[in-house]
């Protein structure tokens, strides 16, 4: 895989696997990840790419519940 690919896939695993444990209740678990998504996501592509706000979102629910 290419430095490009691996740029553009950036946090996308981390979001997923938050999104599922939110899911399963397992809301520390959800946060670090959906965190650790976020800052990647923030460091790679700026705050106003779509990736970067969808993390930040599932970190306002996630703390919101």
């Known amino acids: 895989m290419s430095q490009q ?3 553009a896939e950036t946090g996308a ?3 997923a696997a938050a999104t599922a ?4 209740g397992r809301d520390t678990e959800a ?3 959906a965190a ?3 800052d990647a ?3 790679a ?14 970190l306002d629910r ?4």
Do not use: K, M
Request: proline share 3%; net charge positive; hydrophobic share 40%.
């Open 62 to 65: 996630i703390n919101a519940g």
């Open 5 to 7: 690919q691996n740029r």
């Open 41 to 43: 996501c923030l460091a």
């Open 13 to 15: 695993v981390e979001l």
């Open 36 to 38: 650790t998504a976020h």
């Open 45 to 58: 592509f700026g705050p106003d790419h779509r990736r970067t706000t969808e993390a930040r979102a599932l």
């Open 31 to 33: 946060r670090q990840l």
């Open 21 to 24: 444990l939110l899911g399963l």
